[in-house]
Structures are given as C-alpha cells and as structure tokens.
C-alpha cells in the first residue's frame, strides 16, 4: 500500500505546539509524525504527517487542527512506496572503523576482526550508527581520552542508538549513564547494550537536560560525551560544568566547523580549556577539561 506524507515548514516554538496537537488528534489512528530540523540558523523545522487511506479527509483535519491554532499552512504532499526503509538502509550500510571501534550491522558479523572492539547496531528508530561524521568522531577522540585518562563513571548525553555509551562500557569497563529526552531513543539504546553484552554497565534512561534525579545520583562524572547540536550544547555548558568532576573531560559534537569557535567559548565562560577538535566531513568534536 502506498503510504503519503502531509508536510510543511514553520518555526521551531510552532513546530513543538504543532506537534503536541497533531499527536493528540491522531493518536488513535497511531499515524506517524515527525519534526525535522531544516535549517537551524533561519529556524527552518519540517513536520510531516504520514498517512494512508483517504488523504483528502486527513489533509482536512489537519488543516482544521491548524487553523484551531490560528495557524495556516501551505501542505504539500509526497507518495511513498511500501518499503521497509530501515531495513533496505541497512543493506547498504557498510560497516565503520573508527581507532579500534567496528560499528556494524548483523549481516556484517563476518568482517570482525581479531582485536576490534565490536558494536553491532541496527538503526532501529533512534540516531546513530556510528556513519555520520560526528558519531565517528566521537569514538576516535574517546578511544584517546579514555587511554589517558581512565575514567571511572561516564555519561552519555543524548544517548540515541547508545553505539557511544557501548562504546565506553567495551573500552573502559565502566559503568556509563546513558540519557536521552526521547523514550523509542532510550528503548532502542537499551536493546543495543542488550545485543553488545554490556547491560550491566549501560544504564539506559528518559531524561531531558539535567533536571532528572538519576544525575544527581550518579555525578559527579570523570567523563560527558554529549553528539546532540551546538546550540544545546551552548546552553548546557553551565550544567556540564557542575556534573563534571575537578580535571574531567568532555567530549562534544554534532557541531558544525562554523559554530566550533562559539561553543567553544561558551565552555571557557565555565571554567573549561580547550584540547583538542578533530574534524570529519565538515562537522567537529571537540574535548574540552574542567
């Protein structure tokens, strides 16, 4: 059956309300809807509506739900084939080597070598299979930082597919608080550490910025590593400062080469110095002590 995406852009404050209200409207039917993050600079947010069935009744709705906001929308549509895409990406998802780490798929099993601190992820419904520039390069300046440094408690912030909290817990032995504001995130880390034999170190759980108990549980932390936007990144600075130990390490990405110099005097302005930034397909990771 072909399925069809309703979509439009807006601003991110009215994508969020947007958001709320379609989920509200359509939850019944269960139809899956999405916000994307166009452009971050011009606040460019695309939110898409997929449904099959009768279109028109759904557009309508929709544009009832949107006038219900006093909001009015161009909706533009697009036709998609009934495939599985997830499982089609994965096919031809080549594995990655990033220092030591091998992030693969299971058709992929066969390609691990002796010596490779293996992590086998599948893209499920959460970001991050180690194939992006920044999750790449996370691993590499962890795999650094943890040879010289040798935490002992660790977080993952804005864990996604948990492939940098695994990665930790295989490279260190350590136990790893991995975090993320999205609940389908949390599910699919927790089914990763399962697959990769490190449960027992990764702690999975729900939780936006800082303001859940388990923080002030378990930090504070020797070692944050946190691939989410610079923009958050910026305003979390003063709360990385407080849960990081005297003489620990962060590690950042998801920044551009642009926003580098920005985030990085955001983190001075807390009492953080520079070490390091390693770049990858115009994007930075940088480390950073407290």
């Known amino acids: 059956m072909t399925q069809t995406r309703l979509y439009f852009t807006t601003g991110k404050i009215e994508a969020e309300r947007i958001f709320a209200a379609l989920g509200a409207a359509f939850e019944e039917e269960g139809l899956p809807i999405a916000v994307l993050e166009v452009d971050e600079d011009r606040d460019i947010h695309e939110v898409s509506l997929y449904a099959d069935g009768d279109i028109d009744v759904v557009e309508t709705r929709l544009k009832d739900i949107l ?17 599985d895409w997830v499982t089609r990406s994965l096919e031809g998802l080549k594995p990655v080597r990033a220092g030591r780490f091998f992030v693969h798929g299971a058709h992929d099993r066969d390609r691990r070598r002796s010596g490779d601190l293996a992590i086998e992820i599948e893209a499920g419904l959460a970001f991050g299979t180690g194939h ?71 702690e999975t759980v729900t939780a936006p910025g800082f303001h859940h108990p388990i923080f002030g549980k378990r930090a504070p932390f020797d070692l944050i590593v946190a691939n989410i936007l610079a923009r958050p990144l910026m305003r979390l600075a003063p709360e990385m400062a407080r849960h990081i130990s005297l003489g620990g390490s962060i590690v950042l990405s998801g920044i551009l080469d642009r926003q580098r110099d920005a985030v990085v005097s955001a983190y001075v302005g807390h009492q953080f110095r520079h070490v390091r930034t390693l770049h990858r397909e115009g994007w930075v990771t940088i480390h950073l002590k407290r």
């Open 132 to 202: 992006h520039g920044t999750t790449s390069g996370c691993l590499e300046m962890l795999e650094q930082v943890v040879r010289r440094e040798q935490p002992r408690n660790a977080l993952d912030l804005g864990t996604g597919s948990a492939v940098l909290a695994i990665a930790l817990a295989k490279l260190a032995h350590i136990p790893v608080l991995a975090t993320d504001i999205d609940p389908v995130a949390v599910k699919v880390a927790a089914g990763n550490a399962r697959l990769n034999h490190v449960k027992a170190l990764v």
């Open 67 to 83: 006038a219900g906001l006093a909001l009015t929308k161009p909706i533009e549509r697009e036709a998609l084939p009934d495939i």
